[in-house]
């Protein structure tokens, strides 16, 4: 339970619903063990004797008898309670409900509360989980598979959750079950010298370490490698969900299923490996308490114990041993949530690489000036920028053109800081970027993207993410800008339309005005357009050129483009190619400079002919 003693304070916003809880399992516990083998050896008799009642001993202790092993007891108090023959019987019916309502009324308090504790908890859990990943840079989510993250953040934040309450409260429960079990068999060896020899059938109590402990080993590896397999089989899930058109175009539904067959059949195999090792120790245990039982009875007809002695023993032995089972199965949730705990903690130790510094630099209004300076820059060991510089001054506008590979995507990432450089710097009016808290700088930057993601909400709502505290009217106004509010208002709901799952309801050409009205709603002073065209033909690429025409007007902007069309705003033009800025200048310039440049340029032009 140690590596989970740092999760402790998750807790605390409930501890004191849980302390509670765990006082109505400890109630419950002492009421199972002591309570009912009570009323056993008092209740059953008097009800079924067959003769007047006589007085009832509850407690005839005597200080100057031995006790077990011929240990002198003088230093014990001497104890009588006697209960009158005139209330035996009323004692005897009354005492049984009693310990029913108690043990009922207790493990309800227990059961209810603690649920509401583990829902509080995992609500916590998994909002320290998706609080992290908010903040991990890109590059981890390119090393993760969404699908793997996704059954981290629901199902092994539900282990962590069951060792975190469920486990502690059956670490109270059960030891007072069986100290109380164990109590009444002291209790009544006090009382009887032959009952004494009783007490020898818990010496088989500590072998039933030894299944635990042999099972929580194997349960653990065999956990991880469910944990793992689980990951897998969500990720599988996820791509297929995400990619139906293309799963259909390509005749790849047998593909698929295949795939999935395979990764629920290793699933399935992984399962019942736990399954097996989990379900083992019950009935190991029980063979070990059996033989206890067994040894207990020899030990009780050699001492002449009477019956009703006997059965009430014999059921505090069963509540000894129960106790100890479940102890064993939570030692195997244990290795569970330990093999979950191991997995979130790859995230939670993910090391946030992109973050605000220890002493912002105020960032102020922003202008627009951009500097690199020699700039170099990897995903991996292997540089995609190696020594790029240059300046763009507030309000240029700067189309970055090269072939696939050469740089482009990873220049404009910079800017906003989405990773950070390995060599030289990026300033915003003068300041690195390092220096500014994430907020300041990206609240100055606007981002329209070839294939624009918009959440499953309203129109309205998708639009307003540009910027959340921004009036009804704003909106309206940057979707007219973005001449999107005809197709909107034309939709049978409006602005309450629901966009459905990254927007699948809405075509492309929509989809993209939508992203433009977040921009023109932003209205930050940079402004990156990553080939926010070459997704939609060319019908809707002019009608939404028209729009950008006006977006970019005064602000800094960087446009990546295949189409050479859509950056016809461009005043200058950064070449690209294999990471570095091969020309600089106006159009005119570099396709006399560049035959890299030109040889695109004429090949986009033929084929337009053509």
Same mark, same amino acid.
């Not at 469910?226 to 005749?251: C, D, H, K």
């Not at 067994?294 to 000894?320: C, E, N, P, R």
């Not at 820059?377 to 240029?396: C, H, I, M, N, W």
């Given at each position: 339970?140690?590596?989970?003693?740092?999760?402790?304070?998750?807790?605390?916003?409930?501890?004191?619903?849980?302390?509670?809880?765990?006082?109505?399992?400890?109630?419950?516990?002492?009421?199972?063990?002591?309570?009912?083998?009570?009323?056993?050896?008092?209740?059953?008799?008097?009800?079924?004797?067959?003769?007047?009642?006589?007085?009832?001993?509850?407690?005839?202790?005597?200080?100057?008898?031995?006790?077990?092993?011929?240990?002198?007891?003088?230093?014990?108090?001497?104890?009588?309670?006697?209960?009158?023959?005139?209330?035996?019987?009323?004692?005897?019916?009354?005492?049984?409900?009693?310990?029913?309502?108690?043990?009922?009324?207790?493990?309800?308090?227990?059961?209810?509360?603690?649920?509401?504790?583990?829902?509080?908890?995992?609500?916590?859990?998994?909002?320290?989980?998706?609080?992290?990943?908010?903040?991990?840079?890109?590059?981890?989510?390119?090393?993760?598979?969404?699908?793997?993250?996704?059954?981290?953040?629901?199902?092994?934040?539900?282990?962590?959750?069951?060792?975190?309450?469920?486990?502690?409260?059956?670490?109270?429960?059960?030891?007072?079950?069986?100290?109380?079990?164990?109590?009444?068999?002291?209790?009544?060896?006090?009382?009887?010298?032959?009952?004494?020899?009783?007490?020898?059938?818990?010496?088989?109590?500590?072998?039933?370490?030894?299944?635990?402990?042999?099972?929580?080993?194997?349960?653990?590896?065999?956990?991880?490698?469910?944990?793992?397999?689980?990951?897998?089989?969500?990720?599988?899930?996820?791509?297929?969900?995400?990619?139906?058109?293309?799963?259909?175009?390509?005749?790849?539904?047998?593909?698929?299923?295949?795939?999935?067959?395979?990764?629920?059949?290793?699933?399935?195999?992984?399962?019942?490996?736990?399954?097996?090792?989990?379900?083992?120790?019950?009935?190991?245990?029980?063979?070990?308490?059996?033989?206890?039982?067994?040894?207990?009875?020899?030990?009780?007809?050699?001492?002449?114990?009477?019956?009703?002695?006997?059965?009430?023993?014999?059921?505090?032995?069963?509540?000894?041993?129960?106790?100890?089972?479940?102890?064993?199965?939570?030692?195997?949730?244990?290795?569970?949530?330990?093999?979950?705990?191991?997995?979130?903690?790859?995230?939670?130790?993910?090391?946030?690489?992109?973050?605000?510094?220890?002493?912002?630099?105020?960032?102020?209004?922003?202008?627009?000036?951009?500097?690199?300076?020699?700039?170099?820059?990897?995903?991996?060991?292997?540089?995609?920028?190696?020594?790029?510089?240059?300046?763009?001054?507030?309000?240029?506008?700067?189309?970055?053109?090269?072939?696939?590979?050469?740089?482009?995507?990873?220049?404009?990432?910079?800017?906003?800081?989405?990773?950070?450089?390995?060599?030289?710097?990026?300033?915003?009016?003068?300041?690195?970027?390092?220096?500014?808290?994430?907020? !300041?700088?990206? *609240?100055? #930057? $606007?981002?329209?993207?070839? %294939?624009? /993601?918009?959440?499953?909400?309203?129109? &309205?709502?998708?639009?307003?993410?540009?910027?959340?505290?921004?009036?009804?009217?704003?909106?309206?106004?940057?979707?007219?800008?973005?001449?999107?509010?005809?197709?909107?208002?034309?939709?049978?709901?409006?602005?309450?339309?629901?966009?459905?799952?990254?927007?699948?309801?809405?075509?492309?050409?929509?989809?993209?005005?939508?992203?433009?009205?977040?921009?023109?709603?932003?209205?930050?002073?940079?402004?990156?357009?990553?080939?926010?065209?070459?997704?939609?033909?060319?019908?809707?690429?002019?009608?939404?050129?028209?729009?950008?025409?006006?977006?970019?007007?005064?602000?800094?902007?960087?446009?990546?483009?295949?189409?050479?069309?859509?950056?016809?705003?461009?005043?200058?033009?950064?070449?690209? !190619?294999?990471? *570095?800025? #091969? $020309?600089?200048?106006?159009? %005119?310039? /570099?396709?006399?400079?560049?035959?890299? &440049?030109?040889?695109?340029?004429?090949?986009?032009?033929?084929?337009?002919?053509?």
């Amino acid at each position: 339970m140690k590596k989970f003693l740092p999760y402790y304070p998750m807790l605390k916003p409930v501890i004191g619903t849980f302390v509670i809880a765990l006082l109505c399992g400890a109630l419950s516990g002492i009421a199972s063990g002591f309570g009912l083998p009570l009323m056993l050896k008092k209740v059953l008799p008097v009800l079924f004797a067959g003769t007047a009642p006589q007085d009832l001993e509850l407690i005839n202790f005597d200080s100057s008898q031995e006790l077990f092993g011929g240990i002198s007891a003088t230093w014990l108090p001497d104890i009588h309670l006697v209960v009158p023959a005139n209330y035996v019987l009323i004692f005897a019916l009354l005492l049984m409900p009693l310990v029913f309502i108690i043990r009922g009324v207790a493990m309800f308090g227990n059961t209810y509360l603690l649920n509401l504790c583990g829902i509080r908890v995992l609500e916590s859990i998994r909002m320290k989980l998706f609080t992290h990943l908010q903040h991990l840079h890109l590059g981890f989510f390119g090393k993760n598979k969404s699908g793997d993250l996704l059954s981290r953040t629901t199902g092994d934040t539900m282990l962590v959750k069951t060792v975190l309450v469920e486990v502690t409260n059956d670490l109270v429960i059960q030891p007072f079950t069986l100290v109380g079990a164990v109590g009444f068999i002291v209790w009544s060896a006090f009382q009887s010298a032959a009952t004494q020899q009783f007490l020898l059938s818990l010496c088989v109590v500590p072998i039933s370490v030894l299944p635990v402990q042999f099972i929580g080993k194997r349960l653990l590896k065999r956990s991880k490698k469910m944990l793992v397999s689980a990951g897998e089989l969500s990720s599988v899930l996820s791509e297929s969900l995400q990619a139906p058109r293309e799963i259909r175009a390509y005749n790849l539904e047998e593909r698929e299923c295949s795939r999935f067959r395979k990764c629920v059949r290793d699933f399935f195999a992984l399962q019942m490996k736990c399954v097996k090792y989990d379900k083992m120790l019950t009935p190991l245990i029980e063979i070990i308490a059996a033989c206890s039982i067994s040894f207990a009875v020899y030990q009780a007809a050699a001492a002449k114990l009477d019956q009703d002695t006997v059965i009430a023993l014999v059921g505090a032995l069963y509540f000894a041993y129960d106790p100890i089972k479940k102890l064993g199965k939570i030692n195997n949730r244990v290795k569970e949530g330990t093999a979950g705990l191991a997995r979130l903690e790859e995230i939670w130790q993910a090391p946030i690489e992109v973050a605000d510094p220890a002493n912002p630099h105020p960032l102020g209004v922003v202008r627009g000036e951009i500097n690199f300076r020699d700039v170099t820059f990897g995903y991996t060991d292997v540089p995609v920028l190696r020594g790029v510089s240059f300046e763009a001054k507030p309000g240029d506008t700067i189309a970055l053109v090269g072939p696939s590979g050469a740089g482009k995507s990873s220049l404009v990432n910079l800017i906003p800081r989405f990773y950070d450089v390995s060599i030289g710097s990026v300033a915003v009016d003068g300041i690195d970027v390092r220096d500014v808290r994430l907020a !300041d700088l990206r *609240k100055n #930057i $606007a981002i329209v993207s070839q %294939e624009p /993601i918009l959440f499953n909400d309203t129109i &309205y709502n998708n639009i307003l993410i540009g910027r959340l505290d921004a009036t009804r009217e704003e909106v309206i106004a940057a979707a007219k800008r973005a001449s999107a509010l005809e197709f909107i208002e034309s939709l049978d709901n409006g602005w309450d339309t629901v966009v459905g799952e990254r927007g699948g309801r809405l075509s492309g050409g929509q989809r993209q005005r939508i992203a433009v009205a977040r921009a023109f709603l932003r209205d930050a002073p940079i402004l990156i357009l990553d080939e926010a065209t070459s997704a939609l033909d060319t019908e809707s690429e002019a009608q939404i050129q028209v729009s950008l025409e006006e977006l970019v007007r005064g602000r800094t902007t960087f446009m990546i483009a295949h189409r050479f069309s859509s950056i016809r705003t461009a005043k200058r033009i950064l070449v690209f !190619d294999e990471g *570095k800025i #091969i $020309a600089d200048g106006p159009h %005119e310039k /570099i396709y006399e400079s560049c035959p890299l &440049y030109r040889g695109l340029y004429d090949q986009q032009a033929m084929e337009k002919i053509s």
